[in-house]
Nanobody, 124 residues
């Protein structure tokens, strides 16, 4: 069974950038796709981005299109989420997820494997 571990979160100011990492252990990333979700205080978990196991296709939530990118390095079993032009609305806990269907509606209930999350706080 795969274990996922996120890192890279922290406090930043509006307009800053952050790069989150998700490292897999127990099973290589090269055999399955990976998604990022986030959850703001008092809100439901929201789809952010996803990348297929080959890295050939990427998907983004409407609120982050044009600002976030997702990439992976299979040799490092790591998926990255590059977040640019951050705003306070991007504040939340960011989770890496695997073992779920790829495509809309990106329901977090459909993903079986989750990391512990990394907190991102964007101040105005």
């Amino acid at each position: 069974q795969v274990q996922l571990a996120e890192s890279g979160g922290g406090p930043v100011e509006a307009g800053d950038s952050l790069r989150l990492s998700c490292v897999a252990s127990g099973r290589t990333f090269s055999t399955y796709g990976t998604a990022w979700f986030r959850q703001a205080p008092g809100k439901e978990r929201e789809f952010v981005a996803a990348i297929t196991w080959t890295g050939g296709s990427t998907y983004f939530g409407d609120s982050v299109k044009g600002r976030f990118t997702i990439s992976k390095v299979n040799a490092r079993d790591t998926v990255y989420l590059q977040m640019n032009s951050l705003t306070p609305d991007d504040t939340g806990v960011y989770y890496c997820a695997a073992d779920g269907p790829f495509g809309s509606p990106w329901d977090p209930e459909d993903f079986a494997t989750w990391g512990q999350g990394t907190r991102v706080t964007v101040s105005a």
